[in-house]
């Protein structure tokens, strides 16, 4: 009797489409087994794994190996398709069954490749499977286009905060909660005159959450304020200017287009920073100092002033992370201010000239001078790289969002 594998799969797409479910495709193929008279030997299942190539499903590759070890000498699949959709993949496959003595058969195509007409009406199969799967790559960038021109958003990760997208649905509903977050956010920056700093602080301060939870930010506020979603359009490439368009949609707007236009009026006219390459001795006590409120790492702040001589000069200030969440108060300080502490604190301590006396006697003062140099470089170094495990450790525990990950990893200047 023929030891008989079943080999079934389905990708997270399929998981919904009647007959395609793992347990129908077992259930019909372990019927024709019997049928058949086989002898069952076991089931191998690939779940929410797409068909286009072996090497990433982990469980076909366990059934190769038992091919070869001769556990198997028959195969079963409920189509073609759900062994491979690559034709390259499947000749292959066939070759390591042909090689192993083992038989290959679909219940759908009612194919045997013992004789080599079985064999040619499967490679004549999968060319025509891999044409439709290719095809269908190719429409979906169409199909979503058109959807979009049509009025229905796409909401391929979540709806726009202020809306909802059941699973079903093409038009997305006004969650009214959220809605009224949305149309406080255009009134404290049009009608109050607040800048996306005291947006931020008053949002993080009520403990209101965006969709994806975490903290409000600059980029989180300035994406509901820059979204025409909000007065009835929909956005199709967003990633892409070239293939940017925006259509009226079908769902119903939360703000009007007079309010709308007016805040992108305002944001066209706020002056955009060119960050330069900077020099870092203003700021060096960056990663070294924390909030005497709340805990926190400070981070820095690099501005160019021009003097009353007319020259460029570099202002270093500190600040608190969490004053733009609403969690702390600390004013921000100037690196001269920070300085000046310093060097009142270090001449209140009394014995430093002894200390500096005996490094004297141990070597030059030259020599002092780069060692300690050394020492705070690779102190700062150590403390730098302790910073950026501390953003990922929080990033991972959904500590912060992304946005705020980005911003606390890139090195301020």
């Known amino acids: 009797m023929l030891k008989t594998a079943i080999y079934v799969r389905v990708s997270t797409a399929e998981q919904a489409q009647e007959g395609y479910s793992i347990r129908a495709q077992i259930d019909k193929l372990k019927s024709y087994i019997l049928i058949k008279d086989w002898n069952f030997y076991k089931v191998y299942a690939d779940e929410g794994i797409g068909g286009k190539n072996v090497v990433d499903r982990p469980v076909i590759n366990e059934l190769i190996n038992d091919v070869r070890a001769g556990n198997v000498n028959n195969v079963l699949v409920y189509k073609i398709d759900r062994l491979t959709r690559s034709t390259r993949d499947l000749i292959d496959l066939t070759d390591i069954f042909r090689k192993y003595n083992c038989n290959f058969n679909s219940l759908m195509e009612s194919i045997d490749t013992q004789t080599a007409s079985g064999r040619m009406f499967l490679k004549i199969i999968c060319i025509f499977t891999e044409f439709e799967h290719e095809n269908i790559i190719e429409r979906i960038p169409l199909a979503c286009e058109k959807k979009v021109k049509e009025g229905y958003t796409l909401s391929s990760n979540k709806a726009s905060y202020g809306y909802d997208r059941e699973n079903g649905e093409k038009i997305q509903t006004i969650n009214h909660e959220e809605a009224e977050v949305v149309k406080e956010i255009y009134a404290m920056y049009i009608d109050g005159n607040m800048s996306f700093t005291a947006i931020v602080q008053d ?6 959450k965006p969709k994806l939870g975490g903290a409000w930010g600059h980029v989180s506020v300035r994406a509901i304020l820059k979204n025409p979603n909000y007065i009835g359009k929909v956005r199709y490439s967003l990633s892409d200017e070239n293939r940017y368009f925006e259509a009226d949609g079908k769902h119903e707007p ?5 309010l709308f236009y007016n805040a992108q009026n305002k944001m066209d006219k706020i002056k955009r920073k ?9 700021n060096y006590f960056s990663g070294t100092i924390y909030c005497g409120v709340c805990g926190a790492r400070l981070i820095t702040h690099r501005e160019y002033r021009t003097n009353k001589a007319g020259e460029r000069v570099i202002k270093g200030h500190y600040r ?16 001269r201010k920070t300085e000046t502490a310093f060097q009142e604190y ?8 002894v200390a500096d006396d005996t490094m004297l006697e141990e070597t030059s003062k030259e020599d002092s001078i780069n060692n300690i140099i050394k020492e705070e470089y690779e102190n700062a170094i150590e403390k730098l790289g302790k910073k950026e495990k501390d953003v990922m450790t929080l990033y991972l525990n959904d500590r912060i969002d992304f946005d705020d990950y980005e911003s606390m990893k890139k090195p301020h200047t």
């Not at 949002?203 to 209101?208: G, T």
């Not at 939360?254 to 007079?258: G, K, L, N, V, Y």
């Open 346 to 353: 270090m001449n209140d301590i009394q014995d430093i000239k």
């Open 254 to 258: 939360i703000i009007s287009e007079e």
């Open 274 to 282: 060119s960050y330069t390459k900077r020099p870092k001795a203003e």
């Open 203 to 208: 949002l993080n301060h009520r403990n209101i």
């Open 320 to 335: 608190c992370p969490n004053v733009e969440k609403g969690i702390c108060n600390n004013p921000t300080f100037s690196h």
